[in-house]
Nanobody, 123 residues
Framework: QVQLVESGGGLARAGVSLRLACAVS????????MGWNLQAAGNEREFVSA????????NYGDSEKGRFTISRGNANNTVYLQMNSLEPEDTAVYYC????????????????WGQGSQVTIAS
């Protein structure tokens, strides 16, 4: 049974930083390409960031470049998303996702998904 469980979201003021964590069970994260995607209310799902299975390649959405960093902890099988300089426009549900295929920036191609973590940024 594969499970992805996000944590670390919440309510914060603009300009602060938050770190999301995605604890993975059932598979070793080194076997997968991992990603973070978001969905704001009333909008389509959007790509945020991806990390290749070997940890060598990262991708970011245009809005996230320079502010967000994806990383992983192999010892605890967890993927992280460090989010800095948060803005009200970053408000959304953030989803951790995993896929055994090639690294991708298409949020609809990931096979496994977490339940999501709400991030709300107040101005």
């Amino acid at each position: 049974q594969v499970q992805l469980v996000e944590s670390g979201g919440g309510l914060a003021r603009a300009g602060v930083s938050l770190r999301l964590a995605c604890a993975v069970s059932g598979r070793t994260i080194g076997m997968w390409n991992m990603g973070w995607n978001l969905q704001a209310a009333g909008n389509e799902r959007e790509f945020v960031s991806a990390l290749s299975s070997n940890g060598a390649v990262t991708n970011y959405g245009d809005s996230e470049k320079g502010r967000f960093t994806i990383s992983r902890g192999n010892a605890n099988n967890t993927v992280y998303l460090q989010m800095n300089s948060l803005e009200p426009e970053d408000t959304a549900v953030y989803y951790c996702a995993a896929d055994p295929g090639a690294i991708t920036t298409d949020p609809y191609t990931y096979r496994y998904w977490g339940q999501g973590s709400q991030v709300t940024i107040a101005s």
